[in-house]
Each structure stands twice: as structure tokens, then as C-alpha cells.
């Protein structure tokens, strides 16, 4: 039974749909699952609206998990690919970026063998805006996350439903939905840049009452006083 919070969710992403054109109503998306509270409200979200998924998990264990496969198979056809590891580079300082690397490009070679040409990926509201500072702080430049994001000419598109909704509305959902979401397994969970980015906009929130900081962070990516900018 659909409820209250769930509509709002679908509004959010039926308006992602429209700003960005993100997919087509019968179209088949290849879905990024992690086993996390935002992969998985994502696909549930998707499958309400008409498409045809399939949902791909990357793990490092030998068998996929039972209630992961349980899930995901009701709603999408799933496919598990096993890994020997997901990172690599742990030297390199930067072990999120290896490791997303990696998990994309085992996704677009899944979209290329279904035949897909758009990958849904569970990032939200908040991931943007963490994006945003990461990369202002760490590599100098105003970028983040697209909602869309063209690979290989048009031929692949990564897209992102979720990427007007707020994290705290996606956790309350995944506990009223009692989704099965699983123990974080990353060994640099707890001590990443964006972990600390994470913390840092919760302590600035909680420091300024009344204000949301993470609405106002994301308004102001599209709201660029070009004027007030060195050339």
C-alpha cells in the first residue's frame, strides 16, 4: 500500500524525470544496488513507475545475500557479480574514487550485455551537496555530481532518479518499508573525506537552526553570480 511518504518520493522523482529527462516510461534500467538503505529505496521507487529493471549487485563474498536477492528479485531481474576485492589503490589516499571507478565500470559492462543504456545509481540530494564541497576542498574546482551524466558520446547514460531527495526522507522510508538493507562493509567507512564532509554540514546545520543547509548548498549550484567571479 502506497503511503504518504512514498508519494512524496515518487513526486521527487517524477520531477527529476521532467527537469532531466532521465528515462521513458517501458524503458529498461540497469540498477546499481549496493545493499544500502539508498540503493534499495531506489529501485523500489523505480519499480512503481513502469519500467523494466535489472538490478546488479557487486560483492566480494561467494554467494550473493539471501534477503538482497529476495528483495531485488521481486521487483527487478537481479544479477550478482562476485569480485575478488572493491577498491584497490589503498595507498592512493583516495580509495572512494578506485572504488567507484570500478563498481561503474562493472555496471556499464552489464548495460552493454542486457542491452541497456542507462544505469540507475541510488545517489541523492545530500550526495550532491557533499560532492560539491569535496571537490571545492580537496581538488580545487566547482563540480559534483550530474543528475545525468553522458558516457562514451550518448552512448550510456548514468542516472541518478533520486537526486532531489533529502537523505533523512530516503532513511525514514527504507525503516517504514523495513527494507533489508545490509551492515556496511567498506574498512574505510567510518574515516573517508566524505564521511567527515558528512559530519561537518550536520555540525553547521545543528550550529544554525532554521536555516537547511543542504537545500541551500544544492540551490546555490545553479545559482552562480558569474559577476561576483574572478574570470
Not at 504518504?4 to 518520493?9: D, I, S, V
Not at 538493507?181 to 564532509?197: L, N, P, Q
Not at 553547521?204 to 544544492?218: A, C, E, H
Amino acid at each position: 500500500m502506497e503511503t504518504k511518504l512514498e508519494r512524496l518520493l515518487l513526486d521527487l522523482v517524477r520531477d527529476a524525470n521532467r527537469r532531466w529527462d532521465m528515462f521513458s516510461p517501458g524503458e529498461t534500467l540497469v540498477v546499481g544496488v549496493s545493499g544500502g538503505k539508498d540503493s534499495l529505496s531506489c529501485l523500489r521507487l523505480l519499480s512503481l513507475l513502469g519500467l523494466k529493471l535489472i538490478a546488479v549487485h557487486i560483492g566480494i563474498t561467494d554467494e550473493t545475500p539471501a534477503e538482497i536477492e529476495k528483495y531485488c528479485s521481486y521487483y527487478a531481474d537481479y544479477k550478482y557479480i562476485r569480485v575478488s576485492h572493491i577498491s584497490g589503490h589503498k595507498g592512493s589516499g583516495n580509495p572512494c574514487y578506485a572504488c567507484s571507478r570500478q563498481r561503474k565500470r562493472l555496471l556499464l559492462e552489464q548495460a552493454e550485455a542486457f542491452n541497456c543504456r542507462r544505469i540507475a545509481m541510488g545517489h541523492h540530494k545530500d550526495d550532491a551537496v557533499e560532492t560539491l564541497l569535496l571537490n571545492m576542498i580537496y581538488s580545487r574546482e566547482i563540480s559534483t555530481m550530474m543528475p545525468v551524466q553522458v558516457l562514451f558520446s550518448g552512448d550510456y547514460h548514468i542516472i541518478r532518479p533520486m537526486y532531489l531527495i533529502p537523505e533523512p526522507l530516503i532513511a525514514t522510508y527504507a525503516r517504514e518499508q523495513q527494507l533489508p538493507v545490509m551492515a556496511g562493509s567498506c574498512e574505510f567507512e567510518d574515516r573517508t573525506k566524505r564521511d567527515f564532509i558528512k559530519k561537518l554540514v550536520k555540525e553547521i546545520g545543528d550550529g544554525s537552526p532554521g536555516i537547511d543547509v543542504i537545500d541551500n548548498l544544492f540551490a546555490s549550484i545553479v545559482n552562480i553570480k558569474g559577476d561576483f567571479l574572478p574570470s
